[in-house]
Nanobody
Framework: QVQLVESGGGLVQAGESLRLSCAVS????????MGWYRQAPGKQRELVAT???????GYGDSVKGRFTVSRDNAKNTVYLQMNSLKPEDTGVYYC????????????WGQGTQVTVSS
């Protein structure tokens, strides 16, 4: 059974950094594309970053240059390093996974809250 568990969220001031982790159980990780999404109250879920099983990364425009996604295949863990945080980054951050041959993410973590105060 595939399970994703995010951790590392918290309350920080603008300009500070956080590092989120997503631990993935099950056999999917080695053949997965991983994604980070976030959702603020009343807003739609927004793509933050993606990373393929080969390490190719992509970022949403709002976080490019500030956030870095990485993965450790030996640990079945994906990370999101968030620097220069802004209040607009506040939201619940979700880790997601999909098999490389699937277009839609179909495995999701429970989310971790990130709050950035001004």
């Amino acid at each position: 059974q595939v399970q994703l568990v995010e951790s590392g969220g918290g309350l920080v001031q603008a300009g500070e950094s956080l590092r989120l982790s997503c631990a993935v159980s099950g056999s999917i990780f080695s053949r997965s594309t991983m994604g980070w999404y976030r959702q603020a109250p009343g807003k739609q879920r927004e793509l933050v970053a993606t990373i393929t099983n080969g390490g190719l990364t992509g970022y949403g425009d709002s976080v490019k240059g500030r956030f870095t996604v990485s993965r450790d295949n030996a640990k079945n863990t994906v990370y999101l390093q968030m620097n220069s945080l802004k209040p607009e980054d506040t939201g619940v951050y979700y880790c997601a996974a999909r098999e490389t041959w699937v277009k839609e993410y179909r495995y999701w973590g429970q989310g971790t809250q990130v709050t950035v105060s001004s």
